[in-house]
């Protein structure tokens, strides 16, 4: 798996221990160490001050597989939107369970995670329907 480094210029994410701990973040599984993972870095950007740059970086580990494997997402549109919304409630499932991260915190990221993925489908695959209705549907 190739890894790259981003530039998070025009965040809050200036010091490179901040950086490595975004990008370990980003390239986490949807699996429970990758949950743990997120789970443990999220804790440092807990503060109030941070949640924009955790809504940012979490948003970036929503569309990290559309990163790593473009063609498939073009060739399948339909069952990669699925993949990214599991990828998502998977991430809600762990973090509603983690005691010190408030509810109304997950549910915003949540919301700013649908809109990068809805964002990053459209950009990728422009012919697929994206609606917010059809989510929950």
Not at 4 to 12: D, H, K
Not at 67 to 82: I, L, N
Not at 93 to 118: G, L, S, T, W
Request: aromatic share 14%; with cysteine; hydrophobic share 40%.
């Amino acid at each position: 798996m190739a890894l790259y480094f981003r530039n998070f210029s025009g965040t809050g994410l200036k010091t490179p221990f901040e950086q490595m701990r975004a990008n370990a973040m980003i390239n986490a599984h949807h699996d429970t160490r990758g949950m743990s993972v997120l789970v443990f870095n999220a804790n440092y950007f807990l503060k109030e001050a941070r949640h924009q740059d955790l809504y940012y970086i979490l948003s970036l580990w929503a569309v990290e597989p559309t990163k790593r494997s473009p063609a498939k997402f073009r060739r399948y549109p339909d069952a990669g939107k699925k993949a990214l919304y599991n990828r998502v409630e998977t991430f809600k499932k762990h973090f509603y369970m983690a005691r010190h991260i408030h509810d109304c915190f997950v549910d915003k990221a949540v919301e700013h995670m649908m809109i990068a993925i809805d964002n990053e489908l459209a950009l990728l695959c422009p012919d697929l329907k994206q609606s917010h209705e059809m989510r929950y549907a």
